[in-house]
């Protein structure tokens, strides 16, 4: 305690006979801190017999202010505050387990790690208010928590699993999929999706008219015809000119409430359908729902990353056995590219017939 004092009253007369000196340069030499401990010892160690009075400590201080600065080097002031960031970098503990938000796009969950602790962590059983719930989702809703409904975790477990085998299967038969998110928050994990897919994506909004009236809106998109190992043919451009516009075989929309004009679409012309179904949306405009929650943005990264996953393991499914000369698909002929796509004929097959 008395040691404890002397520090404190030395502290404030050093800082007042110091202040001529540059801020960075204070307490950096060792003479400061030879006073205290020289008193700590004396204090505590030596016998009454062989106690020597010794000098002012405040006259020591006052003789080490006053040598001149130019004795400490750059190079001394420098270690030694490394030496002290080392030693103080010491404590503390150490984190290892974080949670990275950025991992879910970069590296994306399988089918097979869906887990409940992961979608609880997702914040994927988290659905609206009773007030605005749709009587149509009450099969998947597991129970009330201070006016909010909470969605069974094993029922999206059971129904995310049946979209990626899904998607898996459309994959692997050289299907074409299509990823849709038009919020402003889910663009990254649809693009990320399409490119592990192999697949196209939508991000900023659905062009209404794109499939039932696809000659005029994407008329002018480019087709290329590619082989089973998706290699392409330019030799078979040509017979594309009159070729009806290609239309996705499957769809997998992460905000189904603001695409409902594409899900009205993709239903009128038989295209299967997968979607987020929260407990404010028809689960009835989708072919294979998901019941979970369509807000966090941490929810639809971890869908639609499980959904690229599962279209990355078809594609690879595919690939390999292109390799070993076998399709999962009946490839299409020469022949059957120049059928007209509304008579099946050739062209000119039907004069014939009627001459």
């Known amino acids: 305690m008395i040691v404890r004092k002397f520090g404190l009253r030395q502290s404030r007369q050093l800082l007042a006979l110091s202040r001529q000196t540059p801020i960075s340069r204070r307490f950096l030499s060792t003479e400061f801190e030879t006073p205290v401990a020289a008193a700590a010892t004396e204090v505590q160690t030596p016998p009454k017999e062989t106690i020597v009075p010794s000098e002012n400590p405040l006259n020591e201080v006052m003789r080490a202010s006053s040598q001149p600065q130019e004795q400490w080097s750059e190079g001394r002031i420098w270690g030694m505050s490394e030496s002290r960031r080392r030693k103080f970098n010491r404590t503390g503990s150490v984190v290892e387990e974080i949670y990275n938000p950025e991992t879910v796009l970069d590296n994306p969950p399988r089918p097979s790690d869906i887990t409940l602790e992961l979608l609880l962590a997702s914040g994927t059983h988290l659905g609206h208010s009773t007030s605005r719930w749709n009587p149509q989702n009450s099969r998947y809703i597991f129970g009330i928590r201070e006016g909010v409904h909470i969605i069974s975790l094993d029922v999206t477990a059971a129904y995310l699993r049946r979209a990626a085998k899904v998607v898996e299967e459309v994959a692997a038969r050289g299907g074409i999929i299509l990823f849709a998110g038009t919020r402003k928050d889910q663009k990254r994990s649809v693009v990320r999706a ?91 405009r989708v072919t294979y729902p998901i019941p979970a929650n369509d807000d966090s943005i941490r929810a639809t990264n971890l869908i639609a990353g499980i959904l690229g996953r599962a279209g990355e393991a078809g594609q690879v499914r595919r690939l390999k056995a292109a390799q070993q000369g076998k399709t999962t698909y009946k490839p299409i002929t020469a022949e059957q590219l120049r059928l007209d796509p509304f008579t099946g004929m050739l062209p000119g097959a039907e004069e014939k017939k009627r001459v």
């Not at 659905?206 to 499939?211: E, N, R, T, V």
């Not at 000119?241 to 929309?253: H, Y």
């Not at 295209?271 to 929260?278: A, C, E, Q």
Request: proline share 9%.
């Open 194 to 284: 399409a490119q592990l897919a192999r697949g196209y994506h939508i991000f900023e909004r659905w062009i209404p008219g794109a499939l039932t009236n696809g000659e005029q809106i994407l008329g002018h998109c480019e087709t290329m015809v590619v082989n089973a190992q998706d290699q392409p043919l330019p030799e078979f451009k040509r017979d594309l000119a009159d070729r009806p516009s290609v239309k996705p075989d499957l769809v997998v929309c992460l905000n189904p409430l603001e695409n409902v004009v594409m899900l009205h679409e993709c239903g009128l012309n038989n295209v299967p359908t997968i979607g987020i179904i929260d407990t404010d949306a028809d689960p009835t």
